[in-house]
């Protein structure tokens, strides 16, 4: 019953966050960069484009991460370190819902990119 309970809990945030994320999307396109102007202005423009769509692609791909975490939570695979099979703790998925390893195997990750 606690994982039900803890798997309901997770599957709200992650819905939230991806309702905020896509909320900052459809405001971010809707704003105009204005490049017309001096040379100045010009180049204030292209930064913010630039920028937006640096902040576009991150967010789209924390989208991704959060629709793969809803596909586990349906699959009944969510909680479930993808390396070696144990469950991560609760404690980790609430820090991080989009956690795909456990403690020891993601510091093996980070070992071998040393």
């Known amino acids: 019953m606690a994982k039900k309970i803890f798997l309901k809990k997770i599957k709200n945030t992650l819905l939230e966050q991806r309702k905020n994320l896509l909320l900052s999307i459809n405001q971010t396109l809707r704003e105009d960069v204005?490049?017309?102007?001096?040379?100045v202005d010009e180049i204030q423009g292209i930064l913010?484009?630039?920028l937006t769509n640096k902040f576009n692609t991150r967010t789209k791909d924390k989208i991704f991460q959060i629709n793969e975490a809803l596909s586990r939570i349906d699959n009944n695979t969510y909680g479930m370190c993808e390396?070696?099979?144990?469950?991560?703790?609760?404690?980790?998925?609430?820090?991080?819902p989009h956690f795909t390893t456990c403690i020891s195997c993601a510091e093996e990750r980070e070992m071998e990119k040393q």
């Open 34 to 39: 204005d490049m017309d102007g001096d040379e």
């Open 48 to 50: 913010i484009f630039d």
């Open 83 to 96: 390396d070696c099979g144990d469950e991560i703790a609760e404690k980790r998925l609430l820090f991080n």
